[in-house]
Every structure is written in structure tokens, then in C-alpha cells.
């Protein structure tokens, strides 16, 4: 889950109260999903020699839930979510089940940091610059293909 949608940070250190409001109402938006959602469209990327078969997670509802109750996700799956504008964007893993690494991707699909997260954790990972992309994977995956901050994924949504 984002907490950087509808709610950015500056936002949050300017009005506290408004955003205390709006991320009380995300989080009862996602606790009252009746389970993982399944049926996102999908895209296919590439890492070096690596397909991945993605979800888009492109509204606001759809970044709220992510990967929420999910009980496993196979090697080759994924999500990415998509924001309209790059800001520091940063995760959690509220009722997330699985453990996810998460690469925050600069617009050309270049990792610009990996976070690795534990399940069903308030914790906050953010992303070290603004990014429009964030692409969660089972832990491990980025690790155990050697790709780190500076490797570049390819895909429909990444400029040359």
C-alpha cells in the first residue's frame, strides 16, 4: 500500500490534520476490501532476460490495495504502480501477507533503490528520489537476479 496517494508528504507536513483525516479514510478503504484484487490489467516487462508478467495498479483505489491479502504470488508475477506525477513515494505492507521487495523506477525504468519489506508492517519504505514507478515482487527477486539500484527494467510505460 502507498502512502503517498491521494496524500503526499508535503501535504501531510503542511495540513496534519487533513492528512490524518484522508489516510484514516484510506485505511478503512482497504480494510474493507473483501479480498485481493485479481483482476488488474496486465503488462509485461523485461529485466535483462527476465519477463515479468505484471498488474497495473493505476488509480488511487486500485495503489490503495495492491498486494493486500494475498497469500503467495508466483516468481514471474508482480505489480506496478503508476503515478500521474513523480514524488518521493513511499509503502507499507498493511495487510499484506507476503513478503515484497519493492525497485522505485526514475521514468526510463532505471532502479533507483530497493526496498525489502516485511509482512503485515506499518514500517515506511520510500523511494530516495521522486518516481513515478514502483514495482513489487516477491522478496528476493531483485537480489537473486543481481539487479540493484542502477539496473534498468524495459516496458511499455519507461522512456529511452
Known amino acids: 500500500m502507498t502512502l503517498?496517494?491521494?496524500?503526499n508528504w508535503l501535504m501531510c507536513r503542511a495540513r496534519p490534520l487533513a492528512c490524518a483525516w484522508g489516510m484514516a479514510l484510506m485505511a478503512l478503504n482497504a480494510w474493507a476490501q473483501p479480498g485481493p484484487q485479481l483482476n488488474l490489467p496486465r503488462a509485461q516487462l523485461q529485466a535483462g532476460m527476465h519477463v515479468l508478467d505484471v498488474q497495473l495498479a493505476q488509480t488511487p483505489?486500485?495503489?490503495?490495495?495492491?498486494?493486500?491479502w494475498r497469500k503467495d504470488m508466483p516468481q514471474h508475477e508482480g505489480m506496478l504502480f503508476v503515478f500521474e506525477q513523480?514524488?518521493?513515494q513511499c509503502f507499507w505492507m498493511r495487510n499484506t501477507l507476503i513478503p515484497l521487495s519493492a525497485a522505485f523506477l526514475a521514468d526510463n525504468g532505471t532502479i533507483v533503490n530497493i526496498a525489502d519489506m516485511k509482512p503485515l508492517s506499518d514500517d515506511s519504505h520510500c523511494s530516495e528520489k521522486p518516481v513515478r514507478f514502483v514495482l513489487e515482487m516477491n522478496q528476493g527477486w531483485f537480489a537473486k537476479r543481481q539487479l540493484k539500484a542502477g539496473s534498468k527494467l524495459s516496458g511499455p510505460f519507461f522512456r529511452p
Open 4 to 7: 503517498s496517494t491521494p496524500m
Open 61 to 68: 483505489e486500485q495503489r490503495q490495495i495492491g498486494l493486500m
Open 86 to 88: 513523480a514524488s518521493v
